[in-house]
């Protein structure tokens, strides 16, 4: 069974930097995709990032504007979303979630290619 579990999210004043980590277990292969997704109470949930592990080929929302950068540490099994010069708008809860094959990957931020595994999230709050 595939299990993802976030941790990293805080409160940060606007301009500021996190990171969030994905621990991942149970993938016993490396055509997963592994997405970043945030929603926001009353709003539909966004797709920030994604992170194909057999080519770690990376994807990320137009949105963001180079702010997120996406890494892995094999070793650990864990996958990183590093979000700089962060803004009140990006307050939000935080999931990652993983899906096989490169399609979710490309495309991750449609509602057509739905995540089958998903973390509980962690929340980030940037304040102005």
């Known amino acids: 069974q595939v299990q993802l579990a976030e941790s990293g999210g805080g409160s940060v004043q606007a301009g500021g930097s996190l990171r969030l980590s994905c621990a991942v277990s149970?993938?016993?292969?490396?055509?997963?995709?592994i997405g970043w997704f945030r929603q926001v109470p009353g709003k539909a949930r966004e797709g920030v990032a994604a992170?194909?592990?057999?080519?770690?080929?990376?994807y990320y929302a137009d949105s963001l504007e180079g702010r997120f950068t996406i890494s892995r540490d094999n070793a650990k099994r864990t996958l990183f979303l590093q979000m700089n010069s962060l803004k009140p708008e990006d307050t939000a809860m935080y999931y990652c979630?993983?899906?096989?094959?490169?399609?979710?990957?490309?495309?991750?931020?449609?509602?057509?290619?739905?995540?089958?595994?998903w973390g509980q999230g962690t929340q980030v709050t940037v304040s102005s």
């Open positions: 979630a993983a899906g096989r094959g490169g399609g979710y990957c490309r495309n991750f931020n449609s509602p057509s290619w739905p995540f089958p595994y």
């Open positions: 992170f194909y592990t057999l080519d770690e080929t990376t």
């Open positions: 149970g993938v016993t292969d490396s055509t997963y995709c």
